[in-house]
Structures are given as structure tokens and as C-alpha cells.
């Protein structure tokens, strides 16, 4: 996943993308409301994490103008107000959730986790797509109880193809969410990712979750797109064979 925080004290700024990186996250940070709108408006964030005093603008403010832009990223507002009428504030304003501080930092994660699956139409951390089970809060994969062994990297491109389910993902948004600018390498190691990883699910019986589409990028379809959905000629599902 890729999280934007916007956050003006530093300390905590590092506290939480620590505590974030942790969790196999990419992390962008922005210290002003005006950083956070310029940053939503070019990457596409699986969530934003809001503080409410910035010091050009009210966080409620910046959500408010991240919505009127038609942005959905789910947001999760941070705040030391702990009154019902600020979290009311918040919510109106567009947030998702709203978490107070001090805040348990696996309550932190676990909530933007789930704001993130909702977003996305699954209701529980455990997503069931194609054939495998995907395990949100554990960090695990299975394919009908067999666990799949993956590396962070595999796991991570297999989370963005199953949240993003059916759309066409570019090998540009894959490294995006991946190393997030930093130190990004040649876009052809996606292939090889890809590749490693339609080996290994193949063997524990999913050899047809991952698609291509031709000069376009990958997809995940679940089993209803596949059952509805005509395969053009420009789209082909690759076995383990044709990787």
C-alpha cells in the first residue's frame, strides 16, 4: 500500500511512517495542506492520513478540497480533540474514519487497513479473489489453505492486482507503489516479479489469476468478471508456461 501523511511535527511524522513502514507500507509525507493537495493530485493513494492543525490550513479544510476533486483515496483524520463534535466535523467533511491521540500504533494500522479493503468493496481483511485467500492483517496468502510462500515484493504487487481487482495496472503504478520514487529500478524487474509470481501460485493451483493485457500492464479478474466478461483478442490470461 502507499499512504500520504500529512503531518507538520516532524517527530511524529517519522513515529508514523516508522510505524507504518513496518507494516510493508509506502509512505509520502506531506508537512502543509498545500503539499498534501499538490501530492494527491499526482499519485493515486491507497489512503491519506489527515492531522487536523497544519499550518497553512485546518485538516478539515484539506479534505474537504481533496473530495471537490473528485479524489477517492480513503482518509483517516489524526487529532488530540476527542470530543464527539470534531469527530463529527471530520466525517462530514469527507474523512473515513478519525482516530485520536495518543493512539496505539496496531490500532493505527489495523484501521487504515480496513479503510483501505472497504474502500475497495471487501468487508473482512481475509479476500478471497480468483481462487486464493488473501490475509490483510497477517500478511498471508493461500490458495484453497495452502500457503503460498511469497517475498515482501511478491505480496505486495498480489495486493495492489487483488485491491484494485479488475482494472489494468501499468508498470508505472506498480513501481509507484513499490519503492514510491525512491531508488526506483528499471520497469522490466516488474516482469520478472510477475513472473516469479504466477510460478508460485501456480503450483498451489491458481495458474490463471494474473492476466496481461498487451502494452497496457496486468489484472486480476475474480471469478463474476470472468464468468461476465468476454476476453478481447488483445487480452490473454498467461499460464505459468507463457510467463
Given at each position: 500500500m502507499r499512504i500520504l501523511l500529512v503531518e507538520d511535527d516532524r517527530t511524529i511524522?517519522?513515529?508514523i511512517s516508522f510505524v507504518l513502514q513496518q507494516a510493508r507500507m509506502v509512505v509520502d509525507t506531506a508537512e502543509t495542506g498545500a503539499e498534501a493537495l499538490e501530492l494527491a493530485k499526482l499519485y493515486d493513494y491507497d489512503?491519506?492520513?489527515m492531522d487536523v492543525m497544519l499550518p497553512d490550513a485546518e485538516g478539515f479544510d484539506i479534505v474537504r478540497r481533496i473530495r471537490a476533486a473528485k479524489n477517492i483515496a480513503p482518509i483517516l483524520m489524526?487529532?488530540?480533540q476527542t470530543k464527539a463534535e470534531h469527530k463529527i466535523k471530520g466525517l462530514n467533511a469527507g474523512a473515513d474514519d478519525y482516530l485520536a491521540k495518543p493512539f496505539d500504533q496496531n490500532e493505527l494500522v489495523a484501521r487504515l487497513q480496513a479503510i483501505v479493503r472497504r474502500s475497495k468493496g471487501f468487508a473482512h481483511s481475509r479476500l478471497e479473489v480468483g481462487g486464493i485467500t488473501m490475509d490483510l492483517a497477517a500478511r498471508e496468502v493461500s490458495v484453497e489453505g495452502q500457503p503460498v510462500a511469497l517475498t515482501s515484493k511478491?505480496?505486495?504487487i498480489l495486493e495492489?492486482?487483488?485491491l484494485r481487482r479488475g482494472a489494468v495496472l501499468s508498470k508505472e503504478n506498480f513501481l509507484d507503489h513499490l519503492y514510491g520514487g525512491i531508488d526506483e529500478p528499471d520497469a522490466k524487474i516488474i516482469d520478472v516479479f510477475i513472473c516469479k509470481l504466477r510460478k508460485k501460485l501456480a503450483l498451489a493451483g491458481a495458474d490463471s489469476l494474473i492476466g496481461t493485457v498487451w502494452g497496457r500492464?496486468?489484472?486480476v479478474r475474480d471469478?463474476?468478471?470472468q464468468r461476465t466478461t468476454a476476453v478481447s483478442p488483445?487480452?490473454?490470461l498467461m499460464s505459468t508456461q507463457a510467463a
Amino acid at each position: 500500500m502507499r499512504i500520504l501523511l500529512v503531518e507538520d511535527d516532524r517527530t511524529i511524522a517519522r513515529g508514523i511512517s516508522f510505524v507504518l513502514q513496518q507494516a510493508r507500507m509506502v509512505v509520502d509525507t506531506a508537512e502543509t495542506g498545500a503539499e498534501a493537495l499538490e501530492l494527491a493530485k499526482l499519485y493515486d493513494y491507497d489512503a491519506i492520513i489527515m492531522d487536523v492543525m497544519l499550518p497553512d490550513a485546518e485538516g478539515f479544510d484539506i479534505v474537504r478540497r481533496i473530495r471537490a476533486a473528485k479524489n477517492i483515496a480513503p482518509i483517516l483524520m489524526l487529532s488530540g480533540q476527542t470530543k464527539a463534535e470534531h469527530k463529527i466535523k471530520g466525517l462530514n467533511a469527507g474523512a473515513d474514519d478519525y482516530l485520536a491521540k495518543p493512539f496505539d500504533q496496531n490500532e493505527l494500522v489495523a484501521r487504515l487497513q480496513a479503510i483501505v479493503r472497504r474502500s475497495k468493496g471487501f468487508a473482512h481483511s481475509r479476500l478471497e479473489v480468483g481462487g486464493i485467500t488473501m490475509d490483510l492483517a497477517a500478511r498471508e496468502v493461500s490458495v484453497e489453505g495452502q500457503p503460498v510462500a511469497l517475498t515482501s515484493k511478491e505480496y505486495a504487487i498480489l495486493e495492489l492486482l487483488v485491491l484494485r481487482r479488475g482494472a489494468v495496472l501499468s508498470k508505472e503504478n506498480f513501481l509507484d507503489h513499490l519503492y514510491g520514487g525512491i531508488d526506483e529500478p528499471d520497469a522490466k524487474i516488474i516482469d520478472v516479479f510477475i513472473c516469479k509470481l504466477r510460478k508460485k501460485l501456480a503450483l498451489a493451483g491458481a495458474d490463471s489469476l494474473i492476466g496481461t493485457v498487451w502494452g497496457r500492464g496486468y489484472i486480476v479478474r475474480d471469478q463474476q468478471m470472468q464468468r461476465t466478461t468476454a476476453v478481447s483478442p488483445r487480452l490473454t490470461l498467461m499460464s505459468t508456461q507463457a510467463a
